[in-house]
Nanobody
Framework: QAHLEESGGGSVQAGGSLTLSCTAS????????MGWFRQTPGREREGVAA????????FYADSVKGRFTISQDNAKNTVYLRMNSLKPEDTGIYYC????????????????WGQGTHVTVSS
């Protein structure tokens, strides 16, 4: 198992930016993805952004395309989520996830979860 340590959540006004970080306690499998899911009020947990640790392919939810960018530093076993142009509807708990598969149309079960970090966007 990998322990996932998240940081970078907080409160920001609409239009602002935040960067989330997630560091894994071990080297992640290169054939699997790491990324971020979120739980927003009244909705089920949803995939936000993912990156395959081996090839670097990225995937985004339609709601965040063009505003969020996921990146990785494999030397540090860390993925980042840069969130720009934040909206109140981005408010929620953001969970780092690892050891899962993702495609353009599907997000598959996650093997490892972080504890979550809160993001609040005020209007």
């Amino acid at each position: 198992q990998a322990h996932l340590e998240e940081s970078g959540g907080g409160s920001v006004q609409a239009g602002g930016s935040l960067t989330l970080s997630c560091t894994a306690s071990r080297i992640m499998y290169s054939s699997n993805a790491m990324g971020w899911f979120r739980q927003t009020p009244g909705r089920e947990r949803e995939g936000v952004a993912a990156i395959y640790t081996g090839g670097g392919d990225t995937f985004y939810a339609d709601s965040v395309k063009g505003r969020f960018t996921i990146s990785q530093d494999n030397a540090k076993n860390t993925v980042y989520l840069r969130m720009n142009s934040l909206k109140p509807e981005d408010t929620g708990i953001y969970y780092c996830a690892a050891d899962f598969l993702v495609s353009a149309s599907s997000w598959y079960p996650v093997g490892e979860w972080g504890q979550g970090t809160h993001v609040t966007v005020s209007s």
